[in-house]
């Protein structure tokens, strides 16, 4: 197996992984809420700490999805407006959809890791009942967003190869011009 290839399966394993992580997440907080209404119901006690931790899975289920989700086209976007467009100007408006989209999460993942590696270095503690550091909270954040960041570029490397082998139609004939 060629470097790239192997590059891709790898990436396509991370993403897989991230999603399961998110999945086990859902489970754990579905448990654990659960859990936390019948004692609370059934012995009058609660853990107060259980809330905050559920706040933070929320953001990691958030980010460890969004690779997952952009490699099934499940982002949203505005069909009923697009699909009124020729062909020409559709294929126009998702390439400058990805151009943006890639510039805007390179941008993002780059000052969230910046984030992440102040408060890791003045080992913030976040403003709550538990007072955890942050940086473990939002390491997530730049690992998801360079996530997306790779198969957004992937979805518009493979969007202007199409475009390459398949001119709008009406432009076959003419070479375009």
Known sequence: MEPR???WVAFERLVDAFLGLAALLVLFDALAVSADVLVRYGADKSWAGLF???????????????AWVMRQD??????????????RPQAGLRTF????????????SWLSLLVVVQDFRA???MVSILRPL???????????????????????YG???AQGNNP?????????R
């Open 159 to 161: 969007h202007l190869r």
């Open 52 to 66: 905050e931790i559920t706040e933070y899975s929320l953001v990691w289920m958030t980010f460890l999805g969004l």
């Open 168 to 176: 709008p139609e009406g432009e076959a004939a003419t070479g375009g």
């Open 74 to 87: 499940g982002h949203v976007s505005m069909e009923l407006l697009v699909r009124r467009l020729n062909p």
């Open 97 to 108: 959809s990805l151009v943006v989209g890639a510039a805007v999460l390179a941008v993002a």
């Open 134 to 156: 942050r940086w473990p909270i939002e390491a997530v954040i730049p690992a998801g967003l360079v996530l997306l960041l790779v198969e957004t570029l992937r979805k518009l």
């Open 123 to 125: 080992a913030t503690p």
């Open 5 to 7: 290839q192997r590059f």
